[in-house]
């Protein structure tokens, strides 16, 4: 499923640190903040410093399922 912006809906690459298009994120935050955001999420998915979803989940994806 691709994944979409959690406030317009439009797409966002799959390969994003953010769940928001850039519009929504700088309408939201500025483009200041929001470059901040983008740069520091980019650096914690470089350094393995960010929790897949599924990780949280009390529930594993299907493809991880032992069974």
């Known amino acids: 499923m691709p994944k ?3 406030y317009c809906s439009t797409p966002v690459k799959d390969d994003s640190v953010i769940d928001f298009c850039e519009r ?5 935050w500025g483009k200041k903040m929001f ?3 983008v740069a520091n999420m980019e650096s914690a ?6 929790v897949n979803n599924f ?3 009390a529930t594993p ?3 991880l399922r032992s069974g």
């Open 4 to 6: 979409k912006c959690i």
């Open 45 to 50: 998915r470089d350094n393995d410093d960010l």
């Open 61 to 63: 994806p299907k493809n």
């Open 24 to 28: 929504c994120g700088v309408g939201v």
């Open 35 to 37: 470059d901040t955001i």
């Open 55 to 57: 990780q949280a989940s």
